[in-house]
Nanobody, 127 residues
């Protein structure tokens, strides 16, 4: 089981930036997808972005392409989500997730494809 701890959430004005961090431990292999989901009050959970741990191949939801960047530092076992040009509709609790894959697997933005998740961090975009 992978343990995941998110940090970096907060209150930011529209147009601002935040960087979320996900500190992970307990990987059993190098082949994982590590990603971010979000859930706003009254809305369905949404896959935001994911990254393949072994080659840093990235995946994004259309709603965040061009604004968010996911990256990973395997030496620190940390995954980052740089969020720029933030909008009020980005307000949500953001969860870090991890899922074991095979070498050639693509990363999904489907929650059911992930095995472990963190407690979440609140991101609020408001003036």
């Amino acid at each position: 089981q992978v343990q995941l701890v998110e940090s970096g959430g907060g209150l930011v004005q529209p147009g601002g930036s935040l960087r979320l961090s996900c500190a992970a431990s307990g990987f059993s292999s190098n082949y994982y997808c590590v990603g971010w989901f979000r859930q706003a009050p009254g809305k369905e959970r949404e896959g935001v972005s994911s990254i393949r741990r072994h080659d840093a191949h990235t995946y994004y939801a259309d709603s965040v392409k061009g604004r968010f960047t996911i990256s990973r530092d395997n030496a620190r076992d940390t995954v980052y989500l740089q969020m720029n040009s933030l909008k009020p509709e980005d307000t949500a609790v953001y969860f870090c997730v991890a899922g074991l894959i095979t070498y050639a697997s693509e990363c999904s933005l489907d929650w059911d494809e992930y095995d472990d998740w963190g407690q979440g961090t609140q991101v609020t975009i408001s003036s």
